[in-house]
């Protein structure tokens, strides 16, 4: 009976070692597996990129920057938001206090309107008081004219009157 123990182990042993080196193979053949199914795909671009006229090492290139970008970002990765945020946060400041420079002028532009718009009233007040008197003093102008025309003309007939009373005396 031991002997038969001692040959099963043994069998099982050597089934086991045989086990392991299907399973071995079978992770070769898997990744023999994937490598042809890299090759394969880069073939397919290959050809897509032979197709649309863009050369592959052109993309390769492309591909490599972009690593070396994402590579340089994943290093400042923790200084990148700090630095965002910094800067949002001048942006804000700049744009808060822009916002009210331009409130301050903008304040101060229409006080300005406002002073020149009284100014313009006030100028129009006194622009009608001036018509108004010059009205008035073209009226009396013309009044006085009229009675200095017409006391000329009395003038003349007095003196009219005067001459042919000396020629008749």
């Given at each position: 009976?031991?002997?038969?123990?001692?040959?099963?182990?043994?069998?099982?042993?050597?089934?086991?070692?045989?086990?392991?080196?299907?399973?071995?193979?079978?992770?070769?053949?898997?990744?023999?597996?994937?490598?042809?199914?890299?090759?394969?795909?880069?073939q397919?671009?290959?050809k897509?990129h032979?197709?649309?006229?863009?050369?592959?090492?052109?993309?390769?290139?492309?591909?490599?920057?972009?690593?070396?970008?994402?590579?340089?970002c994943?290093?400042?990765?923790e200084?990148?938001?700090?630095?965002?945020?910094?800067h949002?946060?001048?942006e804000?400041?700049?744009?808060c206090?822009e916002?009210e420079?331009m409130?301050t002028?903008?304040s101060?532009?229409?006080?300005?309107l406002?002073?020149k718009?009284?100014?313009?009233?006030t100028?129009?007040?006194?622009?009608?008081?001036?018509?108004r008197q010059?009205?008035?003093e073209?009226e009396?102008?013309?009044?006085?004219?009229?009675?200095?025309?017409l006391l000329?003309?009395?003038?003349?007939?007095?003196?009219?009157e005067?001459?042919?009373?000396?020629?008749?005396?």
């Amino acid at each position: 009976m031991e002997a038969d123990v001692s040959e099963m182990r043994s069998e099982l042993q050597s089934r086991d070692g045989l086990w392991r080196r299907i399973q071995l193979e079978c992770q070769k053949l898997y990744t023999e597996l994937l490598k042809i199914k890299e090759y394969k795909d880069m073939q397919e671009i290959q050809k897509k990129h032979q197709l649309s006229h863009v050369p592959l090492t052109e993309q390769l290139e492309n591909k490599n920057t972009e690593l070396l970008l994402f590579a340089e970002c994943q290093e400042h990765q923790e200084e990148g938001p700090i630095k965002i945020r910094n800067h949002v946060y001048r942006e804000e400041q700049s744009h808060c206090s822009e916002q009210e420079r331009m409130k301050t002028e903008i304040s101060d532009l229409t006080e300005e309107l406002h002073q020149k718009e009284i100014t313009i009233a006030t100028i129009m007040e006194k622009a009608s008081l001036l018509e108004r008197q010059l009205k008035m003093e073209l009226e009396t102008k013309h009044k006085l004219l009229t009675k200095q025309q017409l006391l000329e003309f009395h003038y003349q007939v007095v003196k009219s009157e005067n001459t042919h009373l000396k020629e008749m005396v």
